[in-house]
């Protein structure tokens, strides 16, 4: 759980300095760790490696003002998963509209390090997704 919580940690120190690749930590991070998404976003679902997942950062919050993240929530599910439940909230760029929205993130880990962290739309779908249950 501790890797996780350095990993979500990073990304958005990294993201608020405005670097969003700051956050890769190769003692932490594969290389070819994937991002993946239940739902495509810009005609994707999967981005891999630390190239690939500065893009989908820079992507996502380029259309929002003031976006930021807190972790409510990070769960041990055993065999290597590790399930964080995040809200996210922004103020649209262009709308100036405030949105907030809640996720689910299970993040894989092998020996120590993240493999795929697959994002979820809501917190029930990740909890489910590790076999949890709220």
């Known amino acids: 759980m501790e890797v996780v919580r350095r990993i979500l940690e990073r990304v958005l120190a990294s993201i608020e300095r405005g670097d ?6 190769p003692a932490i991070i594969a ?7 239940t739902q495509p976003f810009e005609g994707r679902t999967v981005w891999t490696g630390p190239e690939e997942f500065v893009e ?10 003031d976006w930021t993240f807190q972790v409510e929530r990070v769960i041990d599910a055993e065999d290597g998963q590790v399930v964080a439940l995040l809200h ?11 949105v907030e929205w809640k996720l689910g993130q299970v993040h894989e880990l092998e020996e120590g ?10 917190h029930a779908e990740a ?7 709220e």
Do not use: I, K
Not at 20 to 25: G, I, R, V
Not at 31 to 37: I, N, Q, S, T, Y
Not at 56 to 65: K, L, M, P, S, Y
Not at 127 to 133: C, Q, R, T, V, Y
């Open 20 to 25: 969003p690749a700051a956050y890769f930590d």
């Open 56 to 65: 989908f950062v820079r992507d996502w919050t380029e259309q929002f003002a």
């Open 31 to 37: 290389a070819d760790a994937e991002w993946v998404l």
């Open 113 to 122: 390090r993240l493999v795929r962290v697959t994002n979820y739309f809501s």
């Open 88 to 98: 996210q909230s922004a103020t649209g760029r262009d709308s100036g509209v405030p």
């Open 127 to 133: 909890l489910e997704a590790a076999g949890l249950s």
